[in-house]
Structures are given as C-alpha cells and as structure tokens.
C-alpha cells in the first residue's frame, strides 16, 4: 500500500510538471483530425454510398451497376460475384459488375450497358461482365472499358459511344463506336487422356482492329472454337448446362464432323441437253465414333427486302445412317439458284468440326438442251428464198425466244422473235446480209432456262460465174509455157460465200474425177495437167448451206 501510494504521488508530480498549452497551428490540426475521425465513423455505422457521390459510381446492394436487362424471352438467369447459385433474371433488371449472365434453350437476351453499348445473347450462351469503374473527382474523369468474357453460345456485340471489347482465349477483340460483331463459342471437351485443356481459334464476323488487353479475370474462363454466325438464319440449338452435373458426357459430344461435298461455293449446271431441267446433287460427309446417325438438312436461298437481308426456305431434311463412318445423299433440285446445306445430331446438336457444319452451294439456271435442225430453203437458190428455221421442242416449253445476229456477240442483234412453235420462217429479201447467226431459248416454268448451241447460217446467194480459163479453150505448148507451165482459173467473190469448192473432170458428168478442192480464195493454180479435155465447176459455200452446182465450163490441153 505505501508503495501504490507512493507512485500516485510520483505521477501527480510528473503531470503538475507538463505543459499543456499547445500553439495556433497544433490546435488546428487537431481539431481536423477529431472531425475526420468522426465523419469517417459516420460513414462506417450508416453505410453512406460514398462511391455514388464522390466517384461518381451507381450502386445497386453494394455492388456497382453497369447495365440493365432491355428484353429476354425464355430463361435467362444470373450468377452474382462471390455466390455459387444461378438466380432468375427478370426483365429491366439491374446488371452489377462482375455477373455470370446465361441464357437456356429456346431463350434469348438483349443487355444494355451505361456507356450505350449492348449485347444480344442467344440460346444456351454464358458471358460475364468484367468492366472496369469510371472514377470522375472534380473535373478529372476516367472512362470505363466495358468488356465481355464469352464464355460460350452466341454473341453479338456492339459498341456504343465508347468501346467494347469482347474477350477469348486467345485474342482480344476491341468494337470502336458504333460497330458491331457476331461470334459463336463452341465448347470442345478435351480427350479423357489429356490433362491439357482444349486449343481454342477464334473468328470473327467484321473484323476490326484489336487492342492488346492487359486485364485478366479474376477465375480462369475456358473459351473454345468460335465461328462464324448469320445474324439472319439462327443456328440449331445446343444443350448447355450453367452447372455442369458430374455425368457421363453424351456420345456426340466426342462426335467430329467432316464435310466433303458439295464444297463451299460449288456451282451446278444441268447436263447438256438432258431431258429433264432439274440436278441430282450428291451429298458426302464424314463422322468420328461413336454416334452413326446424323441428320441432313437443306434450305433454298432468297433475297429479302434489303440488300443485305435474305431468307431461306427448308427443301429438305432426313436422317442418315453412317457406315464406316461415311455418310451418302442424294438430292433432285428442280429450282435453280442458291441452296444451303447442314450437318447435324440427330436432335439437331450442333457437332464438333475443324471446319463448319454448314456449307452453300449454287444450280445454274441455263443449260444446253433445245437440239436444232437444218434450216429448210424454199423457192429458187438464185432468188430470194424463204428460210425455216427449225428446232426440237423441248419439254415443258411452250414459248420460244429467237435470236438472230451478224455475230456471235449479243451486241450485233438483228432482230428477236418469240413464237409458240419450234420454227420460225422469214424472208431473206428482209435481210441485208447473207450470213448470220441465231440461237433458240426458252424460260421453263420451274425457273430453268434452256438454250440451243449457237448457229451459223448462210443464206443462198447467185452462183458465181467461170472467168478463166474461158469455155471451150484450147492451150497449147506456147501458152503454157507463157504461163510458167501452170494454168489460172478464178471466178468472181460472191458475197456470202465462205469458202470454195473446185471440181475438175475427165468428162462433163463428172464420174471420172481428176481434182476437186476446197479454197477460201477465188482462184486455182492447176499445174500443167496431161493433154486431154478437161470440164470444171465452182460452187460457194456458207456455213451450213451450199449453192446449187451451176454452170460447167471445159478446155482442152493439146501438142
């Protein structure tokens, strides 16, 4: 007791010995100090948003909001940063930073984001929302990067006033202002004997530039094959699960598909000349173990109301057995123009591809098959004939569209004609030329069209008239030798004529031939013949017509 009572006394002492005057400034100090303590413990017991007001944040039970749910149709559920469970997602919903956002089967989303950008989900998709704040102290701000973790399903983005990048596994793909882009995720389980993750590729739909990303999540997103998508034809649904169940993985899950033909693009045409306007395509395609069943399907392609739009309509789908792992179609198209194709599971799963499961191909709508026939000339060849054009019909066709030409080319169109017989006449008076060309085609109810090999035709013209050696020549030994031993024999150019024929004879019924030649020149060079009488003729030729054999003229060699 006397030493307690003695260290009380001590310490009365020390404390009547301190000075407790304190200057200006150190009173100012401590006075700041008690009131940010006693703000600061304000603010920790009434829980004050101090984030919303001062940095400019929007807070929703303690967690940041970074968008709302604009529509949805089906199931859409969310996962919050630190649960484990999914919880339903109603529509007008607020979206915090961090969600795990998922759509089910036959479901589909539209979120929308603070910054103005959005993103549509598909059927069984899972993203998540990993932006970064926007801080703003005073007139010092900061703008947020709004991104997008795909987990898997179907994506489109698009960027509003500010960008949006949407993250894979191995690319970072960064939509400047108002662009936008689609991929889909596919997920490729790896083998059961590989302790490595499957390799992911992705692609995009319009490619734009890619900023590097230095940001990584906080838990590791496993991203897988990402192909492309058309935003108007959706794509057969695929069963995703957000919590995956501890089960056996189902057998077309370890499906891979291969695609042979038709290849992408490929274009078919109607056997020339065929009798029937329609096209037997092949279909070929390859499975891995363990499922042998797929199902085929095929749609026709039509242009919709705007450029960019089109629409397809189902033609046909079956379900096709594999053996040995090789699968065989046959399809009869009778419409031309462009058709889809698609390789599915039995139930319309989607199965794992290096490539696509879905390719195009095309049918051309003109073909060879209206067979034509010799012209028929009437009246007098040295006058001016009628001439017949004729031609096969074709089944189906009930109307036919001629073309008359000087050439080949469509741009040197004489006239064109359409008739309901398989012939046409016309008078050659009516033409300035003697030859000319012509093609038959006719438009088949089911779209096709079918045409004739293009014709050439020569119209009959005056036989050309002998110049020389005149009728009835003698030439002797000194005329041949005058004419180097050689004789000339020509006749006028007659106009339509494309090439010549020469006859030579021993006698005028021409039985006992000595020459007979074909020029495109209106001359002949006979060497010095043996001396006998000999009778020739010319007759001009064009195309697929001749002239009738005309005069006979002779000449005689003698000693």
Do not use: M
């Given at each position: 007791m006397k030493i307690f009572n003695l260290l009380k006394k001590k310490i009365r002492q020390s404390l009547s010995a301190v000075n407790f005057s304190f200057k200006s400034w150190e009173k100012v100090i401590i006075t700041i100090s008690v009131l940010l303590f006693a703000i600061s413990f304000t603010i920790y017991l009434t829980d004050f948003p101090i984030r919303k007001y001062i940095f400019g944040m929007t807070e929703d039970n303690g967690q940041t909001?970074?968008?709302q749910v604009h529509a949805k149709s089906g199931n859409l559920r969310r996962q919050l940063s630190g649960q484990m469970e999914f919880e339903p997602l109603p529509s007008d919903a607020n979206l915090y930073n961090m969600d795990t956002v998922v759509t089910g089967p036959d479901s589909d989303a539209k979120l929308k984001f603070e910054n103005d950008g959005s993103v549509e989900l598909g059927e069984n998709t899972m993203v998540r929302l990993a932006f970064q704040p926007s801080l703003a102290v005073g007139n010092i701000s900061r703008k947020s990067d709004s991104r997008l973790d795909v987990v898997s399903g179907k994506v489109t983005g698009k960027a509003g006033k500010q960008k949006l990048v949407i993250k894979s596994q191995d690319k970072v793909i960064t939509l400047t202002p108002h662009t936008e882009t689609t991929m889909r995720v596919k997920i490729k389980p790896a083998h059961p004997s590989s302790q490595t993750s499957s390799s992911s590729e992705t692609v995009i739909d319009k490619p734009t530039p890619s900023l590097p990303e230095q940001a990584t999540p906080k838990k590791p997103i496993e991203l897988h094959t990402v192909e492309h998508t058309s935003r108007d034809i959706p794509e057969p649904p695929r069963e995703l699960t957000?919590?995956?169940k501890k089960s056996k993985p189902h057998a077309e899950h370890s499906e891979r598909l291969t695609l042979i033909s038709p290849q992408p693009g490929e274009i078919f045409s109607v056997e020339n000349f065929s009798k029937n306007a329609e096209k037997s395509v092949h279909f070929a395609w390859e499975l891995g173990p363990p499922l042998t069943h797929s199902r085929l399907t095929v749609w026709k392609i039509e242009k919709g109301s705007s450029k960019d739009n089109k629409r397809r309509t189902q033609i046909h789908q079956s379900m096709m057995h594999a053996?040995?792992?090789?699968?065989k179609a046959g399809l009869t198209i009778k419409t031309?123009?462009?058709?889809e194709w698609e390789v599915t599971g039995p139930k319309g799963e989607?199965?794992?591809?290096p490539g696509s499961s879905h390719s195009s191909f095309k049918v051309a709508s003109s073909f060879r098959g209206i067979r034509v026939l010799t012209p028929l000339v009437e009246g007098n060849p040295i006058s001016?004939?009628?001439?017949?054009?004729?031609?096969s019909k074709y089944p189906g066709a009930s109307n036919y569209h001629i073309w008359i030409g000087k050439t080949s080319s469509s741009s040197s169109t004489i006239f064109e004609k359409e008739v309901n017989q398989p012939q046409f006449t016309f008078n050659r008076s009516k033409l300035l030329i003697n030859k000319l060309y012509y093609q038959i085609s006719a438009e088949l109810d089911n779209g096709f069209v079918v045409s004739s090999n293009m014709e050439k035709f020569g119209t009959p013209s005056a036989q050309p008239s002998l110049v020389k050696p005149p009728n009835n020549m003698l030439i002797t030994p000194a005329i041949l030798k005058k004419e180097n031993f050689q004789i000339v024999m020509s006749w006028p150019m007659?106009?339509?004529?494309d090439t010549y024929e020469i006859e030579i004879a021993k006698d005028p019924d021409f039985k006992q031939p000595y020459l007979k030649k074909t020029l495109t020149e209106?001359?002949?060079?006979?060497?010095?013949?043996?001396?006998?009488?000999?009778?020739?003729r010319v007759r001009s030729m064009s195309g697929n017509s001749e002239i009738q054999i005309g005069k006979v003229y002779s000449f005689t060699v003698t000693n």
């Open positions: 909001v970074v968008g957000p919590k995956p053996e040995d792992g090789k699968t031309p123009g462009s058709f989607i199965l794992l591809t001016n004939p009628n001439v017949t054009l004729r031609w007659t106009k339509s004529a209106n001359f002949f060079i006979l060497p010095e013949p043996p001396q006998t009488k000999y009778w020739w």
